[in-house]
């Protein structure tokens, strides 16, 4: 019996490795993952987390303190090779092109949490006189928390429903819902949500939608101008790999420019900012979603970082991307799931992000193990092992690893 599975495991194990290998020798988007510094014997699928180390970041960040900031000092803020004060527009608009959004609606600055809160107060002010606002209730921790901060600050009544209830809800409250505001996946499970379709949902009652992208920039095509989306915040440290902290990015429809009032009324969001004036007046257009002083240093990585996206098609990148999640999801049924591992992420691909999570008791011992073997993911409490996957720089041969890395430590 042991023997027979074991064989069986060995010929699944030598023909999974023979499809791994065929897979990334056609790999389209094979010469990518040189953009990326990955170290040596480590397979690494937690850039849902934090994205690798973009090979041009090191440089750029070398540029950065030497020559911007230690010759030019002062004068890189507006000197011709710098151009410091325009770095959020020039990265909002980079960001925008990976997002569908045309030119001048996408700003980078500040942290997501920060950005959630500015963006769901100015949405809501769209919408003065209606009571509710709609949220997931599976939505990362903080958009959560914010949510009901802002519910609290506005007097709007919170109700947390899950995306497959949002229409049910939508139906209920009707005109009364101000702002839905959703993820474009669930950090936790990994699974997608229809952005078109429950923006159009919105819309239907008048209500003002606000994504996070956390999830998806970067990691599949997104279409916020062609999807009718108002507003989107995200972070570009996950599948954009621009490093740890690096700043949020906002877009907010050029439709809206006009009439949305943040609440944080920074003086760079000024229309004038270097007039110092006593009072806000905001900025046309998205220079109104800028706050403060933006963080250049984290801000120069970021475009470095991006740079890993040059040539890349944005449809290539998603179907490399199910191909990879889709072959863990083959390499788990045919090593795992007689292990006693659930898969938590919809098998449809259309219903999924870059991300594969898993279900084990063993989860919170499982995942340090398999780091300290050379394969790192992450868990989610109380018992999901989260393995993400970016198509720049992972292979079908890391899936295959994974895989059987988790295979090994539950036989041993
Ligand atoms: C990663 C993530 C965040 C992170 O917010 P920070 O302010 O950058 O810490 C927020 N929301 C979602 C959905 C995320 O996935």
């Known amino acids: 019996m042991t023997e027979t599975t074991t064989a069986l495991g060995r010929s699944s194990v030598a023909e999974l490795a023979e499809r791994a290998a065929a897979l990334d020798a056609a790999n389209p988007l094979g010469h990518c993952r040189e953009r990326f510094l990955l170290p040596e014997g480590k397979t690494y699928l937690d850039g849902n987390s934090l994205g690798a180390l973009p090979a041009a ?205 943040q609440p944080l009324t920074g003086w760079t969001g000024h229309a004038d900012p270097f007039a110092m004036r006593g009072s806000y007046t905001p900025a046309d257009g998205i220079g109104r979603a800028r706050i403060g002083t933006p963080t250049i240093l984290s801000m120069l990585a970021l475009e470095a970082a991006l740079g890993a996206f040059d040539g890349v098609d944005l449809d290539t990148l998603r179907a490399q991307s199910l191909s990879l999640t889709g072959f863990f999801i083959e390499c788990c049924d045919a090593l795992l799931a007689r292990h006693g591992f659930g898969l938590i992420t919809p098998r449809e691909p259309e219903r999924r992000g870059g991300q594969v999570t898993l279900r084990h008791p063993d989860a919170a011992t499982l995942v340090p193990a398999a780091a300290a073997r050379g394969v790192v993911g992450d868990k989610r409490e109380p018992d999901l092992l989260r393995y993400g996957f970016n198509a720049l720089y992972n292979t079908h041969a890391d899936a295959l690893r994974a895989a059987r890395t988790l295979a090994e430590l539950i036989e041993a």
């Open 57 to 261: 970041v090191p440089d750029a960040m070398r540029d950065a303190v030497h020559r911007q900031w230690g010759e030019g000092l002062i004068g890189s803020w507006f000197g011709e090779q710098s151009r410091w004060w325009e770095l959020p527009h020039r990265l909002g608009d980079k960001v925008g092109a990976l997002i569908g959004a045309a030119p001048g609606q996408t700003v980078v600055g500040d942290s997501t949490s920060v950005q959630i809160f500015n963006t769901l107060v100015a949405a809501a002010r769209l919408r003065e006189g209606r009571g509710v606002l709609l949220t997931d209730a599976g939505h990362f921790p903080t958009d959560a928390y914010l949510a009901d901060s802002v519910g609290d600050l506005l007097g709007l009544r919170v109700e947390r429903v899950k995306p497959q209830e949002l229409a049910d809800a939508i139906a209920r409250h009707a005109e009364d819902v101000a702002v839905v505001a959703f993820p474009a996946v669930d950090f936790a499970t990994g699974e997608r949500w229809d952005i078109p379709g429950l923006t159009k949902a919105a819309h239907d009652v008048g209500a003002v939608v606000v994504w996070d992208l956390c999830h998806a920039a970067g990691a599949f095509p997104v279409e916020l101008d062609a999807w009718d989306v108002d507003f989107a915040v995200g972070c570009t440290y996950k599948y954009l790999s621009g490093g740890p902290g690096a700043p949020a990015f906002v877009y907010a429809s050029s439709r809206h420019h006009g009439q949305m009032r």
